[in-house]
């Protein structure tokens, strides 16, 4: 296992990170996702820990809490040394029917917070992540509340999810300007598959270095080889009860038909090539992998054994190329006339 910086931070964590949405689910969408209890929990994160793994990623929205009481209960039955693990969660979400519980208000993360340092049995939570856009809340009062925590004691690091990147960069320039606490990690969707990423958010992570935290890496279980063209799939499988998140399947299935290949060369599964492909992208800090069962964590965590040759990742980057998009194919063409050295003639 590989430890990597969190962005510009001194902070390292493991190139996998252990995803809890998981744990707890009994009705509704997270029913469909997982519904692992304690026992079960406690088993992925041993299995976790024991194979280097430091990292582990939850939020307050995930079954409505339940996952950060399990993911509390695990490490604290395994007795986990605090010093050793990284724990980050999330607000943002809906959770109560009342006006204030939900978005990034002072009042609503201040509430979170000490909401999910109870469920996790933590004194403070090392990576605090507003989980998505709050479109009401000034961007100045979400940073000031999160900077007042990070001031406390409370939270170690922060960071944000599934912002676009003016967002992410007003931020940025926000907390620069007041002297506050900055954002420090994107956590975002990012497949193979599903490589929008690149066109924004990434060039603004590589220019102000922040680390990169990828959701989804299977693009909910579709890269993971079980699946056919027609759609079909195991009976019971998440991606037949929950079609998420949003893929060109044509595009999907091309790429999966490569990995398929590259997968027989290496002796590996699907599943290890997508996310040795994540794992080989240089802005990529740690991928956040979830499980139902051992057998699928450990499959897993194999990605990082896997060494992809310049023959494949050459074959999985043509297969799964962007299409070129205005201004980027614009900016691209002009660059070159600087980029070129002149040539002076004697």
């Given amino acids: 296992m590989k430890y990597n910086l969190l962005g510009r931070t001194g902070l390292y964590v493991s190139e996998m990170c252990l995803g809890t949405m998981t744990f707890g689910g009994s009705s509704g969408i997270w029913g469909q996702i997982g519904n692992l209890q304690v026992e079960q929990a406690t088993e992925l994160v041993k299995l976790a820990f024991d194979h280097g793994i430091n990292f582990i990623d939850t939020a307050n929205v995930y079954s409505f809490g339940l996952s950060e009481k399990i993911t509390g209960e695990a490490i604290k039955k395994l007795g986990m040394p605090r010093d050793q693990f990284v724990i980050a969660t999330k607000s943002t979400g809906i959770m109560n029917d009342q006006p204030n519980g939900r978005g990034q208000s002072r009042y609503h993360i201040m509430n979170e917070v000490e909401a999910s340092l109870k469920r996790l049995q933590l004194d403070h939570i090392d990576l605090y992540q507003i989980h998505g856009v709050d479109p009401l809340?000034?961007?100045?009062e979400t940073l000031s509340t999160l900077n007042d925590l990070v001031r406390s004691g409370k939270v170690r690091y922060i960071g944000l999810c599934n912002l676009a990147a003016w967002q992410i960069m007003k931020a940025l320039a926000v907390s620069e300007k007041h002297g506050w606490s900055r954002f420090e990690s994107v956590q975002a969707y990012y497949t193979i598959a599903g490589r929008d990423l690149e066109r924004e958010v990434l060039p603004l992570v590589e220019d102000q270095k922040m680390g990169v935290?990828?959701?989804s890496p299977l693009a909910g279980g579709l890269l993971s080889g079980k699946y056919n063209r027609d759609g079909s799939g195991p009976a019971g499988s998440r991606?037949?009860?929950f079609d998420f998140p949003v893929v060109d399947k044509e595009r999907a299935f091309n790429c999966i038909d490569?990995?398929?290949?590259?997968?027989?060369?290496?002796?590996?599964t699907v599943a290890e090539i997508a996310l040795a492909w994540l794992l080989h992208q240089k802005n990529v800090t740690t991928v956040i992998i979830g499980a139902k069962t051992p057998e699928q964590l450990k499959d897993n965590i194999a990605a990082t054994k896997v060494r992809l040759t310049e023959a494949d990742l050459k074959a999985l980057n043509e297969v799964s190329q962007l299409p070129p998009e205005y201004p980027a194919w614009m900016i691209s063409r002009q660059a070159e006339y600087r980029i070129q050295q002149p040539e002076k003639s004697v």
């Fill in 137 to 140: 809340t000034p961007i100045e």
């Fill in 213 to 215: 935290m990828v959701w």
């Fill in 239 to 241: 991606r037949l009860n």
């Fill in 258 to 268: 490569v990995m398929k290949k590259v997968a027989s060369e290496h002796k590996a």
